[in-house]
């Protein structure tokens, strides 16, 4: 059937109107993500890397906003293709604290398409690892109350600091929400963590393959006999420990907080000798530093405690503090000290209560926050 002029008429708008339509160019902010937080490089700033891409039939220029101050322009790569495919990259350099960052697609000076605010901070960020005690094995959830407080969950993704943790084992409480708000409040900066604890591990499940070991732990599920009747880990813990640390450009330091699943075990076959549990753990920091490309010292607490009638091992004990008389890690807090009404159960159990939680929270921010002051 032939058109009516009127439906020629018609049928052209629509086609500028597809035309336009397909203009719009279309614009994605990759980095920085929502709420992250980014460990700062000295004591008042940190750097960040702005970057993303943006999809239009013809070229276009990419300006940001930080802080709802000027519109600046990044400079912008084209890929050739059918469609333009332009990537941005900048590295910048901000003040310690939280900021909003925005970005906008502009052709002729005029503004095409943008992203929302997304909101990130500049301070510190910690890795969180061990057994239940780093985990989510305590007492009671809670919550940060400051709202610069964060943790980044096995997904790449950032969330306000909420028990359980995201990427640690178990559904119950932590020390992060209220270690969190204490370092804040102290250090004057946002914090950020990345949990990966796992409940009962014995550092002998932490190795990664290829360390033999001469006695398994009472948990077996994480290692494997060897053909010379030897013992290993499977290297996933290791290797979940490592992926988590590559996580982040950087972070201050790892958090270690384990040694209950090698002390004092009731089948003594699978205690493990202070000696061999401080070789151990210097070939975990060498190696999962080494392998992750990343040189954070690590805090290690002394832990060994089962309960009110086993308060600790002496042997391991001493292995621990072995790395931090040596130099190797730095000395985190003495958690085999926090008895009685501090732990569960009514005081009979290995995990920590709810002020139990707190009490621990503070005796690590005692050891980290002077350290941390002194890096300035």
């Known amino acids: 059937m032939k058109l009516r002029p009127a439906s020629n008429a018609f049928l052209a708008l629509l086609l500028s ?23 700062r490089q000295t004591a008042n700033a940190g750097r960040v890397l702005v970057g993303g891409e943006v999809q239009s039939d ?29 990537s941005f990259s900048q590295t910048l350099e901000l003040p310690k604290g939280m900021h909003t ?30 057994q239940s005690n780093s985990a989510n094995h ?61 409940g009962a591990t014995s550092i002998r499940e932490w190795l990664p393959t290829g360390v033999p070991f001469p006695n398994p732990p009472t948990i077996v599920s994480r290692v494997r006999k060897t053909a010379d009747g030897a013992w290993e880990a499977d290297g996933k813990a290791y290797a979940m420990l490592v992926t988590r640390m590559r996580s982040v450009p950087s972070f201050r330091a790892v958090l270690w907080h384990q040694g209950e699943s090698d002390a004092n075990q009731s089948d003594q076959t699978r205690t493990l000798s202070g000696k061999l549990y401080a070789e151990y753990l210097t070939k975990l920091i060498a190696g999962a530093n080494k392998d992750s490309q990343r040189t954070a010292p690590w805090f ?40 009685g009404p501090l732990r569960d159960n009514g005081g009979k159990g290995i995990h920590f209560s709810g002020e139990g939680l707190k009490a621990h929270a503070h005796a690590w921010a005692e050891k980290m926050i002077p350290w941390i002051e002194a890096q300035r």
């Open 58 to 86: 013809t070229p276009v220029s990419v300006e940001i906003r930080l802080d709802g101050g000027e519109w600046k322009p990044v400079p912008t790569m084209e890929n050739p293709g059918t469609i333009v495919v332009q």
């Open 300 to 339: 290690v607490a002394q832990v060994s405690y089962h309960g009110p009638t086993d308060v600790g091992s002496e042997d391991i004990r001493a292995a621990q503090a072995s790395l931090w008389k040596d130099k190797f890690a730095l000395e985190g807090p003495d958690s085999d000290a926090l008895r």
């Open 17 to 39: 109107m597809g035309a336009l339509i397909a203009a719009e160019p279309t614009l994605r902010l990759t980095s920085p993500t929502a709420q992250a937080v980014l460990q």
């Open 101 to 130: 960052l925005e970005a906008r697609a502009v052709r002729d000076k005029q503004p095409l398409a943008s992203t929302s605010k997304v909101q990130f901070g500049i301070g510190e960020v910690f890795v969180v690892t061990g």
């Open 138 to 198: 305590g007492a009671v959830k809670t919550k940060a109350t400051s709202d610069q407080v964060f943790s980044l969950t096995p997904k790449g993704t950032w969330q306000p600091c909420v028990d359980p943790q995201p990427g640690a084992s178990g559904g119950g409480g932590s020390i992060l929400p209220a270690l969190g708000d204490e370092l804040q409040k102290r250090l004057g900066v946002p914090i950020g963590f990345i949990p990966c604890g796992i």
